[in-house]
């Protein structure tokens, strides 16, 4: 299944009984297309001065590795065999922009870092 269509038939299910009655499932099915949101957000975060936005950008860090965590129920839900590469391009994005996120803030390397 393509990235696209996943994320299409995830966030508008054609069978939204189904996934209501799932309770847990059917939240952690919906909430996983809502995390490409976050993702956004925390883009604008890395762009932004990030010497300004030291508790946010920890914050913003701390739910994108919340998301890698929860966009990692496809391997137990789907099973490896049936993830494509996108799949991995896209959980590898979440930790990268993390990684990014804290790197902004200087703590990656221990070194201060500013933007000048």
């Known amino acids: 299944m393509t990235g696209w269509k996943a994320f299409k038939e995830l966030l508008f299910p054609l069978k939204l009984a189904n996934t209501i009655s799932d309770g847990l499932l059917g939240a952690l099915n919906l909430a ?4 490409n949101l976050v993702f956004i957000v925390a883009l604008v975060v890395l762009l932004r ?16 590795w919340i998301c890698l ?26 930790a ?9 803030r200087g703590e990656l390397s221990g070194i201060p870092h500013r933007v000048t």
């Open 32 to 35: 996983s297309p809502l995390t």
């Open 49 to 64: 001065d990030g010497d300004r936005l030291a508790r946010t950008s920890r914050r913003v860090e701390a739910v994108l």
């Open 69 to 94: 965590a929860l966009n990692c129920q496809w391997f137990f839900l789907v099973g490896i065999e049936y993830l494509h590469n996108g799949y991995y391009v896209w959980l590898g994005s979440f």
């Open 96 to 104: 990268l922009l993390a990684l990014a996120i804290r790197q902004r």
